[in-house]
Every structure is written in structure tokens, then in C-alpha cells.
């Protein structure tokens, strides 16, 4: 293995700068990799952090729609099914465990195909035929997330929400 070329002039210039008052710290280019890691660091770790909380964000922002998909999947199955708010709103909440918080309100209403104003208890005697009743469902889900870490100029807390609605089975 060849050994570098290094004229007198570099020697001395090394030799001088790594004399005396600077013989306690290191010469040419040893801690600068250290150092460069010391400073970058920092910035490393707040982008792993922030890419953590973008994904649970994300992911918890799918789970809450998924929910709201979940309850209006178990009440438009039958008009019976359509009028048990709290299990439509038990059904999305059940789809969700990951979501802590998650919280979920059902509605269910009707329209007249005549244009009619209706609601469900007085659909019979309004909506008279050859119009029909159409009966929906609708779920809203609703969760809040904390940030992992507190980011500048952005909220700590976060509130994602989820909104389906279908008509129910005839």
C-alpha cells in the first residue's frame, strides 16, 4: 500500500497548527463526522416523529370513516334495523376499538318521491301514492387525537371526522 505524497510545506503547517495551545484538541479531520451527527441529529429525530404522527393520523382518520361505513352498513339492512339508532351508532363505534374516543350519533329519516315534506312517524298519511316513502340512515363519527409532540404553529389536538349515509332496503 502506497503511503500519500505529502510535501514539507503541509507537514509544517500541520505540525504548527497542532503544536501547543491546540494539542488538546483533535487535528484535521477527525470529530467532524461526530459532529455533523451531533448537529443533524436533532432534526433527524423531530422528522421520524413527525412522520409517526402523520401516519396515526392517517390511519385514524380511515378507521373513523370505516366506522361511519359500519353503522350505516347494519341499519340499511331493514326498516326494523333502520330504527335502532343506538345500534347503528354501537355497530360504528365496535369498528373502531383502535380509536380511542371514538364517538358516533345515527339519524334516520324519510323523503317523500313527490317532494312532499315528511318525516318518518306521519310518512304513511302524507306521502300519498303513487309516491313512495324512501327511508335513509345516516352515522356520524367524530374522534379526537393528541399530537405526539408539540409542533409550532400547529393545534395539539386534532379532530377527525366520518359521515356516511344510504338508503334502507325496501
Known amino acids: 500500500m502506497k503511503t500519500p505524497i505529502v510535501s514539507k510545506s503541509d507537514s509544517r503547517r500541520s505540525a504548527i497548527r497542532c503544536s501547543s495551545a491546540w494539542r488538546r484538541l483533535p487535528c484535521g479531520n477527525r470529530g467532524s463526522a461526530m459532529l455533523e451527527l ?3 441529529m ?9 412522520s409517526a404522527d402523520f401516519a396515526r393520523f392517517v390511519y385514524a382518520s380511515i378507521e373513523v370513516s370505516n366506522a361511519a361505513h359500519a353503522g ?9 334495523t333502520a330504527l335502532d339508532l343506538t345500534g347503528m351508532a354501537q355497530a360504528a363505534v365496535n369498528d373502531g376499538p383502535d380509536v ?4 358516533a350519533t345515527a339519524i334516520n329519516f324519510c323523503v ?15 306521502c300519498l301514492s303513487p309516491a313512495r316513502i324512501l ?10 387525537l393528541n399530537c405526539l409532540y408539540n409542533y409550532p404553529a400547529l393545534p395539539t389536538t386534532i379532530t377527525l371526522n366520518g359521515q356516511a349515509s344510504a338508503r334502507v332496503e325496501q
Open 38 to 40: 451531533a448537529l443533524l
Open 42 to 50: 436533532p432534526m433527524f429525530t423531530l422528522l421520524l416523529v413527525g
Open 72 to 80: 350505516i352498513q347494519y341499519g340499511m339492512q331493514n326498516r326494523n
Open 100 to 103: 380511542s374516543a371514538l364517538k
Open 112 to 126: 317523500c318521491t313527490d317532494g312532499t315534506s315528511i318525516t318518518c312517524a306521519n310518512a304513511g298519511t302524507k
Open 135 to 144: 327511508q335513509y340512515v345516516q352515522v356520524n363519527t367524530t374522534a379526537q
